[in-house]
T-cell receptor, first 116, second 109 residues
């Protein structure tokens, strides 16, 4: 079956603009999480959604937001972009929410965001 | 913040050799997962080991977990050039994955 799909794969934005990234989870998965990967900070958790509700949020400013739709697809939005937001944004999906014993989390290919 | 620290940060070996990567973490966990990332690509899930398991195998991969030492190791046997990638451990507490710093593996043909 199809894996986690993220769009767009690459994009360039200007400081001050906003961006929306999209994620389609594996069919049947109801939990979607977002991570930011940068060379300096590594992989950092942004937020998790389950059944259209945000369950958990990482330590990021309010400019970072997300939502989940009834079909489990998710979007994340970053407003007022800063140069430091340049990163690989990874979406992950899993059957159930949170970290439970056998809950494998699958990642997409990511969206490369460059802010100039 | 990153919970896991991986060791070594970089590893270079010849094809056919074994590669061992270690991961240490700080808090109690429900499970530990290993991922591979090829340059500029997404994370590929390799193996999950539950906190009540000590060892797990998947093909050429062998993972061990020592919860008393808060550490795990990933062994790749008979490595291939295609194994060249970064490898991350990710620990699951209750709510989110916390990733280690990663080990960059280079396998020379």
């Amino acid at each position: 079956k199809a894996g986690v799909t993220q769009t767009p794969r690459y994009l360039i934005k200007t400081r001050g603009q906003q961006v929306t990234l999209s994620c389609s989870p594996i069919s049947g998965h109801r939990s979607v999480s977002w991570y930011q990967q940068t060379p300096g900070q590594g992989l950092q958790f942004l937020f998790e959604y389950f059944s259209e509700t945000q369950r958990n949020k990482g330590n990021f400013p309010g400019r970072f937001s997300g939502r989940q739709f009834s079909n489990s697809r998710s979007e994340m939005n970053v407003s007022t972009l800063e140069l430091g937001d340049s990163a690989l944004y990874l979406c992950a999906s899993s059957l159930v929410a949170g970290i439970v014993s056998g809950n494998t989390i699958y990642f997409g290919e990511g969206s490369w965001l460059t802010v100039v | 913040s990153q919970q896991g620290e991986e060791d070594p940060q970089a590893l270079s070996i010849q094809e056919g050799e074994n590669a061992t990567m270690n991961c240490s973490y700080k808090t109690s966990i429900n499970n530990l997962q290993w991922y591979r990332q090829n340059s500029g690509r997404g994370l590929v899930h390799l193996i999950l080991i539950r906190s009540n398991e000590r060892e797990k195998h998947s093909g050429r991969l062998r993972v061990t977990l020592d919860t008393s030492k808060k550490s795990s190791s990933l062994l790749i046997t008979a490595s291939r050039a295609a194994d060249t990638a970064s490898y991350f451990c990710a620990t699951g507490g209750t709510d989110k994955l916390i990733f280690g710093t990663g080990t960059r593996l280079q396998v020379f043909p």
